[in-house]
């Protein structure tokens, strides 16, 4: 009889073995339930997907883990980071750091007030013409003549011509405040970008 009982206990070994390795042919999945205990099956409940799981092979090895789903404050988190890192993308298109921004507009600023200086010359030159066609129609006047009329045209040419060079300076003063700030938007910005400390605007 005990012969009978050790036979019968074997073969319901063999079966559970049998079955176990059925079971275990294909991928399972352990996660963590709702009272945090790991559990291995043969699949995870919908309810506990989004806590992430990690699929197991046939031979007990982990290939795959799934991450638990992110929170809405993870989510706000690489959304920032996705618009920092398009933002630092578009800028380094056209500078690779704050220090090139900065040469550019040094560049560009002196260019202007290259200009300014041009301008400026211009002027002097225009005004001491000026002076001079204006001496010659106070000399004529002092004699009792009439002024010349080419001598008043002159002078007209000369007024519109100072006048348009003092323009033109404005416009460059107006130009470089602009450009100031447009750079300095982008350096403000790269620096921001690459977690640099902010500096004072230059003026």
Not at 56 to 74: D, F, H, L, Q, R
Not at 171 to 185: A, G, L, N, P
Request: aromatic share 4%; hydrophobic share 35%.
């Amino acid at each position: 009889m005990d012969n009978i009982s050790a036979i019968k206990r074997l073969a319901c070994l063999v079966a559970l073995t049998l079955v176990s390795v059925h079971l275990w042919a294909g991928n399972m999945y352990q996660y963590r339930d709702d009272n945090d205990r790991v559990v291995l099956d043969d699949k995870v409940p919908k309810a506990f997907i989004h806590k992430g799981y990690k699929v197991i092979n046939s031979k007990g090895y982990v290939i795959e883990v799934v991450p638990p789903a992110m929170t809405e404050t993870e989510k706000e988190v690489v959304r920032k980071e996705a618009l920092r890192q398009k933002a630092l993308k578009k800028l380094r298109k056209t500078y690779s750091e704050p220090a090139d921004a900065e040469l550019a507009r040094d560049r560009q600023l002196s260019m202007l007030e290259s200009q300014i200086g041009v301008k400026k010359g211009v002027i002097a030159r225009l005004t001491g013409q000026k002076k001079r066609e204006t001496g010659k129609a106070a000399d004529l006047e002092r004699r009792g003549k009439n002024v010349h009329e080419s001598i008043v045209e002159n002078i007209e040419r000369l007024d519109r011509q100072i006048a348009a060079a003092e323009t033109d300076i404005v416009e460059r003063e107006q130009e470089k405040e602009e450009t100031r700030v447009r750079f300095e938007k982008d350096i403000q910005q790269l620096r921001k970008l690459l977690n640099m400390p902010a500096v004072p605007p230059k003026r």
